[in-house]
T-cell receptor
C-alpha cells in the first residue's frame, strides 16, 4: 500500500492563502487526487494530477512532483465554507486501480 | 438517480447480528469501491470491484466481512456477527476505469451507510 502523509490539522484566516502538503510512496504511482470532505458528508472531487506541474481550478490549485513523491493543494481567498478535511488519495498503477486514502488534513478557517 | 446510492443511510443493530449494506453505483461505472470511515478518521480501503470480480479484497478486516457485485452494477457488503468495533460509516464509490489522457477516473461517492452496533 501507499504511505500517504499529511498534516493532521491546520488553521488559516479567512481571505488568506493556505497550502496543504501531501507525500506518498512513488512506487506503483498512477495519479493523485485531492478530495474535500465536510463533516458528516461524503468526499467530493477537487483535482487530479498525474503529470508534474500545477493544475489550477479557480481558487484551488494542485501541484505534483513525481520524483519527490510530493503534492500540495493551494487554497486562495479562503472562505469559512472551506473549513473541511482535505484528502490526497493515490491511485495504483497496474491492471486494477486501487485508490488509497490517508487520514486527511482538517482545515479550520477562522474569521 | 444520477449519483451513487447507498442504503440504508442509518443502521442500528445489536452485537452478533448480521447486516447488509447496499450500493447502487452510477450507471455504466465499471469500478466500485467500499471504504470504512470511523469517527474523525480517514477512509480505510475494504474492497475493490472491476465488473463483478474483486481483484483486491485485501482491506476486508476479517472473515466476517464479505462483498459481492452482480450484473456489474449493485454491490452488497455483508458483515456477519457484528461487533462494536464495526461501528463506522461505510462509503461506496464508483468510477469509470481510467482511460488515460485527460480523463481522471475520479471516484464518485455515495452518502454512506452509518452503522452503529450496540
Amino acid at each position: 500500500g501507499q504511505n500517504i502523509d499529511q498534516p493532521t490539522e491546520m488553521t488559516a484566516t479567512e481571505g488568506a492563502i493556505v497550502q496543504i502538503n501531501c507525500t506518498y510512496q512513488t512506487s506503483g504511482f498512477n495519479g493523485l487526487f485531492w478530495y474535500q470532505q465536510h463533516a458528516g458528508e461524503a468526499p467530493t472531487f477537487l483535482s487530479y494530477n498525474v503529470l508534474d506541474g500545477l493544475e489550477e481550478k479557480g481558487r484551488f490549485s494542485s501541484f505534483l512532483s513525481r520524483s519527490k513523491g510530493y503534492s500540495y493543494l493551494l487554497l486562495k481567498e479562503l472562505q469559512m465554507k472551506d473549513s473541511a478535511s482535505y484528502l490526497c488519495p493515490q491511485r495504483d498503477s497496474g491492471g486494477y486501480q486501487k485508490v488509497t486514502f490517508g487520514t486527511g488534513t482538517k482545515l479550520q478557517v477562522i474569521p | 438517480g444520477a449519483g451513487v446510492s447507498q442504503s440504508p443511510s442509518n443502521k442500528v443493530t445489536e452485537k452478533g447480528k448480521d447486516v447488509e449494506l447496499r450500493c447502487d453505483p452510477i450507471s455504466g461505472h465499471t469500478a466500485l469501491y467500499w471504504y470504512r470511515q470511523s469517527l474523525g478518521q480517514g477512509l480505510e480501503f475494504l474492497i475493490y470491484f472491476q465488473g463483478n470480480s474483486a481483484p483486491d479484497k485485501s482491506g476486508l478486516p476479517s472473515d466476517r466481512f464479505s462483498a459481492e457485485r452482480t450484473g456489474g452494477s449493485v454491490s452488497t457488503l455483508t458483515i456477519q456477527r457484528t461487533q462494536q468495533e464495526d461501528s463506522a460509516v461505510y462509503l461506496c464509490a464508483s468510477s469509470l476505469k481510467g482511460q488515460g489522457g485527460t480523463y481522471t477516473g475520479e471516484l464518485f461517492f455515495g452518502e454512506g451507510s452509518r452503522l452503529t452496533v450496540l
